[in-house]
């Protein structure tokens, strides 16, 4: 999870000023692959940099979000409130004090989208550890919307490299981004298709992907946006009971 509850949004303004905008993680993008999860037995553990309470954005626990589909707001906010009393959802582990021996006892990682992403896991080189161990192990690693924005911290630890060089992987789409910055945020958003592209992913985009389909490449797994996360955590699920 990240502990972002905004991120940089760039060139606001008549004076193009940079601007801290209201996000967190995207609802759907959690709720689903982790109800997914919980149904087939697994037991999630929630970490973050700093260990705060991970925060929803604003826009994905909107009725809109839902298409007016107040049950299955709530059955998602639910799941989220019975995290919180189960699972430690509102004190995540710190990314930190999760030591290598631990990590062998993980079946996988899931980083679900929003936002916040942006702002604080793409340099943390404790992040950067935890992937490199599941790339390393070739272990199931799920990444939705901005989620693939973390892969980036394995550039922070070890040799430096980004681990997941030539890997097909889809994330939230520069297209979809752009309409974002004009028809909501008036403002210029760090592109997560083309950072990653930059780095040497084989991103996959396209209409297909918009609509849900998810992508998945050796241990990784990724959807571009929420209509994928039902897909992504049923794949997850099965990668790790393989």
């Known amino acids: 999870m990240s502990d972002a509850s905004s991120f940089p949004l760039y060139n606001t303004g008549s004076d193009n000023k940079t601007i801290s905008q209201p996000s967190g993680y995207f609802l759907m993008e959690l709720a689903k692959p982790l109800q997914t999860l919980l149904d087939a037995g697994f037991e999630p553990t929630f970490a973050s940099p700093l260990g705060k309470e991970p925060t929803p954005d604003p826009l994905s626990a909107s009725l809109a979000a839902f298409a007016g589909n107040f049950f299955e707001k709530k059955r998602e906010l639910d799941l989220v409130e019975k995290m919180k009393r189960e699972n430690g959802f509102s004190r995540p582990r710190k990314f930190a004090e999760i030591g290598d021996e631990e990590l062998d006892g993980f079946a996988g990682v899931f980083i679900p989208g929003g936002h916040a992403p942006l702002a604080d896991l793409g340099e943390d080189a404790d992040l950067g550890r935890l992937l490199a161990h599941f790339h390393a192990a070739k272990k199931p690693t799920a990444a939705i919307c901005h989620g693939p924005w973390a892969f980036l911290s394995t550039k922070c630890t070890g040799n430096k490299e980004f ?15 752009k309409f974002m910055e004009t028809a909501v945020f008036r403002g210029e958003v760090d592109k997560v298709e083309s950072k990653l592209r930059e780095e040497g992913a084989e991103m996959v985009e396209g209409v297909s992907k918009s609509l849900g389909w998810i992508t998945e490449d050796r241990e990784v797994v990724s959807a571009a946006n929420p209509m994928g996360a039902d897909a992504l955590g049923r794949r997850f699920v099965e990668m790790m009971g393989a």
């Open 163 to 177: 681990a997941y060089k030539g890997y097909k992987i889809t994330s939230w789409s520069d297209a979809e981004e």
